[in-house]
């Protein structure tokens, strides 16, 4: 992917502005730690801004405040959104390198529906309570347990294996094919809410706020799961 990239940008410099991309995908593979390093050196190579998208990733979820910080490499500019709102309002925000500010004087971007302050209120007390409860620690603990609790568990036909970093998982269920849906609807039968990743994984991203004993319930309805398949 690397190489193919070089090769894009090689023939298209000075035409590319930017390249957006996740740092760690939604379905949860966890990216090799050369990779952001290097698509970094090739942006700056051509004059082109890396940004990242952290709206699924960032906040904390992964046990660093942004997914980036895993795999050394600094972009230009990162989005948030999704839990910045605390899970009560739309909000999203664009962080970029003060670099970045480059017509400060000008007008650029004032709409109806920016700068709400109660959105901003929600936002900043979100990022308060992060902080003072340690939730991007114990989302790093929190998921090392869950890592401990299912991957590489044998639950009746299935081989569980859990990706990802922090509370920002997928479960695969390596095994009989049973398909996405059908994964969605045991989980469901379960008592867990979530989401398919492929016709194999679950989605795991619970809130930065649960505590242990959550942690060992949501192993154990996990480990349900291949009964509910089988009873269909």
Not at 83 to 95: D, S
Not at 143 to 161: A, K, N, S, T
Request: proline content about 6%; glycine content about 10%; hydrophobic content about 45%.
């Amino acid at each position: 992917m690397v190489d193919a990239l070089a090769r894009c940008l090689a023939a298209n410099s000075g035409r590319i502005a930017c390249l957006v991309a996740e740092p760690m995908r939604s379905n949860c593979h966890v990216p090799p730690p050369d990779l952001w390093p290097r698509v970094a050196n090739l942006c700056s190579i051509h004059g082109v801004k890396l940004i990242f998208d952290e709206i699924p990733s960032g906040l904390g979820k992964t046990g660093r405040f942004f997914a980036y910080e895993h795999f050394d490499v600094q972009p230009d500019v990162v989005v948030l959104g999704k839990a910045l709102g605390g899970g009560m309002l739309p909000l999203a925000a664009v962080v970029g390198d003060a670099r970045m500010n480059m017509a400060p004087e000008l007008a650029i971007g004032h709409y109806t529906h920016e700068k709400n302050p109660l959105a901003a209120a929600v936002g900043l007390a979100t990022l308060d309570i992060i902080e003072s409860d340690g939730l991007i620690e114990k989302a790093a603990q929190h998921g090392d347990r869950l890592h401990q609790l299912l991957h590489d568990q044998i639950v009746g036909p299935f081989r569980l294996v859990l990706r990802g970093l922090g509370l920002f998982r997928a479960l695969s269920f390596q095994g009989p094919t049973v398909g996405g849906d059908a994964l969605i609807s045991a989980a469901r039968a379960c008592g867990i809410s979530t989401t398919a990743k492929d016709q194999t994984s679950i989605g795991m991203s619970p809130p930065l706020a649960i505590n242990d004993s959550d942690v060992i319930e949501i192993s154990e309805r996990i480990k349900m799961i291949p009964d509910q398949l089988s009873r269909r």
